[in-house]
């Protein structure tokens, strides 16, 4: 099984509905993070949790909210999905160490189409 | 502003060709610096990092990266490419101070022609 593991893979929907992709890790990592990806953008960051308790917003986070419910998961909402949301969304995890910025661990991505 | 910069977006060379992707940031203080590949399909996967030390970092898969201070540059290299490195492969950088925060540059995909 692999360590960052998203659901939905792939999800099509509608202008309007709420859609909630979920993420949970294996690794025992504190920080996980959610990105966007959109072609010739690179990664933007929609929300980062250091812990439970730790939640901040990245770049991009209007129309977007999150949860983290325990450790291991960390929920991502779009609450009113519109077609610009259209993008592949990563979940990832990272364990700082001793230097402050350590690996980041990637799930495979959710492939979120919004028509 | 702080930022990225991946200044090509597309590269093809042929198999058996040397390689050497560009990456330059704008930060006040050297940061973490990371490169991480793309395959089709797949999450991101680390292909090697620099936090300090010698400026010539090994990664995997056969991957090289030089850490120029003065160009303000992390660009990536391999002697001989394989079929199998065609993806996207991106630049990130971490800043020392505040939130630790990875910000990544745009990406450079890789084709290989056989």
């Known amino acids: 099984d692999a360590d960052v593991t998203q659901t939905p893979r792939n999800r099509i929907t509608k202008t309007g509905k709420r859609i909630m992709l979920e993420c949970s890790q294996t690794k025992g990592h504190d920080r996980m993070y959610w990105y966007r990806q959109d072609p010739g953008l690179g990664l933007q960051l929609i929300y980062y949790s250091f812990d439970v308790k730790d939640i901040n917003k990245g770049e991009i986070s209007d129309g977007y909210s999150v949860s983290r419910q325990a450790q291991a998961k960390f929920s991502l909402s779009l609450e009113s999905a519109i077609p610009n949301q259209t993008a592949l969304y990563f979940c990832a995890t990272s364990d700082p160490t001793g230097t402050g910025a350590g690996e980041l661990f990637f799930g495979e991505g959710s492939r979120l189409t919004v028509l | 502003a702080q930022s990225v910069t991946q200044p090509d977006i597309h590269i093809t060379v042929s198999e058996g060709a040397s390689l050497e992707l560009r990456c330059n940031y704008s930060y006040g203080a050297t940061p973490y610096l990371f490169w991480y590949v793309q395959s089709p399909g797949q999450g991101l996967q680390l292909l090697l990092k620099?936090?300090?030390?010698?400026?010539l970092v090994q990664g995997i898969k056969g991957f090289e990266a030089e850490f120029k201070r003065s160009q303000s540059s992390f660009n990536l290299r391999k002697p001989s490419v394989h079929w199998s490195d065609a993806a996207e492969y991106f630049c990130a950088v971490v800043p020392i101070s505040g939130t630790y925060k990875y910000i990544f540059g745009t990406g450079t995909r890789l084709k290989v022609l056989a």
């Open positions: 620099y936090f300090s030390g010698d400026t």
